[in-house]
């Protein structure tokens, strides 16, 4: 008969349970390369995602930053055109008339370009408040 020597441990009857161990050992340590190599690159495919994610988190908030002054811009141009489209129907005569009126446009003119949407909409409210206490009075 002929003998073959290998690396595989030899078993006997009272050994089994640690020859087992060392043999779990053995294969282990002949894997342990391969599922390191294959868990480094995972890791790295993992800490690249992040990076990604966190890159993509902040572009997107910057955009939505963008998106939010461009929809606060549009609400306030409305809101000035709205509030010039009501300047223009006010009589000409009722301003003349009416001091406190034309105080109230011409300041109204001159600042509109830095109000806030809520200041033009007070401002609004005082002109038109105004126009028709004078209509009335008429």
Request: proline share 2%.
């Amino acid at each position: 008969m002929k003998i073959t020597e290998t690396d595989i441990i030899d078993v006997t009857e009272e050994n089994v349970d640690k020859r087992k161990v060392e043999l779990a050992d053995v294969i282990v340590s002949k894997f342990e390369p391969l599922f390191r190599d294959m868990y480094d690159k995972k890791e790295e495919v993992i800490k690249s995602s992040d990076s990604d994610l966190e890159r993509n988190k902040q572009k997107i908030s910057k955009e939505k930053d963008e998106i939010k002054s461009l929809l606060n811009d549009y609400e306030r141009r409305k809101k000035l055109k709205k509030a010039l489209d009501i300047v223009s129907k006010v009589d000409p005569v009722k301003l003349e008339y009416n001091r406190s009126l034309k105080n109230e446009t011409v300041v109204f003119l001159r600042v509109m370009e830095k109000l806030s949407p809520e200041k033009i909409s007070s401002y609004l409210q005082d002109i038109t408040k105004i126009s028709n206490k004078t209509i009335s009075k008429g």
